[in-house]
């Protein structure tokens, strides 16, 4: 199952070591198959399964030990009256509360589009996720403490707005509305209260999973949008070298912030793993904040790169990195992206 070759990645970085145990297969797929092959949607029709979701990783998180918590918010352009909540699980490093934390956040969306079983998209960032908690928490347990604070968090409502392509579509406005809610009314205030601080000094960066488990060695099963070509010529020029399969991890990061240090972290641990069938592509974004972008052409071309948690974290200038198989631009996904058969058999 691939997920756990992504996951090799984030843990030899988390840990910081050159040897990385390797991942619980069987965990991850017990996860996907019992609670994230079915619908997740806020529609009351799937409201069972999706709850169902959200109560498993929250069982999860406590059995493991974190810290946690619901996030509950609400939406007013989805619902005035409906509950939403994103699950929040803390391991607290020796470093907790003081000046010199660097926390590192990880997170992944729950939900779903109503169209879709959402195993790609995104159980298989969720099952990894709580891989990575599993590993950490029997690291704790045997004594390896960590000096920095983690945040894992599942993210409601990231998937209820369908615009991309279309000119009214305002990311990150129209989408992502459980890492926004959780920034301003669960981050930002718990920073205060426990490091006494509201800028985010503490913070290190957060990695966001979503769409992470398709890898295809065909020849020609990678697309990439010709307006890439020219943004990102190196990394053209090796997945083109590579005959277009899309056997990779996509790195998407923000060139002129703190994103780099995150990203190059995560690149050399992927290199120390000396796994050359597991490559990871670097996409280096040229700007800041998207809302700051003048020419609505090259806007066109980046919301592309804003399609997940990560943007709301660009937006307030935190570092934070995306990993992705692409979704929509590999493989049996080109079809199957917010469509049924994102389902058990991607698997
Ligand atoms: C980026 O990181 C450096 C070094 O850790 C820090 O001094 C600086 O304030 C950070 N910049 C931003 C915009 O957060
Ligand atoms: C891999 O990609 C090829 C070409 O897009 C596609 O025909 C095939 O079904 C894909 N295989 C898997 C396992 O995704």
């Known amino acids: 199952m691939v997920t756990s070759v992504f996951l090799h990645y984030v843990f030899n970085f988390l840990f910081s070591l050159h040897c990385v145990k390797s991942a619980d297969t ?6 996907i198959r019992n609670y994230f092959s079915n619908t997740r949607h806020h529609d009351p029709e799937y409201q069972e399964y999706k709850y169902a979701a959200k109560e498993y ?5 406590l059995r493991h030990g974190l ?13 005035n009256t409906e509950n939403f909540q994103s699950v929040i699980g803390i391991a607290k490093g020796t470093n907790f509360g003081k000046a010199n934390d660097l926390i590192i956040g990880l997170g992944a969306h729950y939900d779903t589009v109503k169209e879709t ?14 891989e990575v908690v599993r590993q950490l928490t029997d690291r704790n347990r045997n004594g390896v403490k960590r000096k ?3 945040i894992f968090v599942a993210f409601d409502l990231k998937e209820y707005g369908s615009c991309f392509g279309t000119s009214d579509c305002k990311l990150p406005d129209v989408q992502l509305a459980g890492s926004r809610h959780f920034l301003k009314e669960w981050l930002l ?4 209260s426990n490091y006494g601080k509201a800028v985010p000094a503490v913070i290190h960066g957060v990695i966001i999973l979503d769409t992470v488990m398709n890898y295809n060695t065909s020849a020609r099963s990678q697309t990439i949008p010709d307006a890439f070509r020219t943004a990102f010529p190196e990394t053209y020029a090796s997945v083109d070298s590579d005959n277009f399969q899309g056997d990779f991890l996509n790195l998407i990061y923000r060139k002129p912030t703190n994103d780099t240090y995150l990203a190059a ?8 793993l000396g796994k050359p069938k597991y490559e990871i592509e670097s ?5 800041v904040k998207f809302s700051e972008i003048p020419s609505s052409d090259e806007k066109n071309i980046l919301i592309n790169f804003m399609r997940s948690d990560h943007g709301n974290f660009w937006e307030i200038d935190l570092p934070a990195i995306w990993l992705t198989d692409s979704a929509d631009f590999r493989g049996d996904m080109i079809q199957c992206y917010h469509q049924e058969c994102d389902n058990l058999q991607v698997m």
């Not at 069987?26 to 996860?31: F, R």
């Not at 079983?117 to 709580?130: H, Y």
């Not at 205030?189 to 205060?192: A, F, V």
């Open 26 to 31: 069987k965990y991850m797929e017990t996860s």
């Open 57 to 61: 990783i929250h069982g999860e998180f």
């Open 67 to 79: 810290t946690t918590e619901y996030h509950t918010f609400q939406e007013q352009s989805v619902s």
């Open 117 to 130: 079983k959402g195993v790609d998209d995104n159980g298989a960032g969720v099952a990894a996720m709580l």
């Open 148 to 150: 920095n604070t983690m």
């Open 189 to 192: 205030p718990w920073l205060l």
């Open 265 to 272: 972290e995560f690149l050399s641990s992927g290199r120390d």
């Open 283 to 287: 996409l280096p974004l040229n700007f």
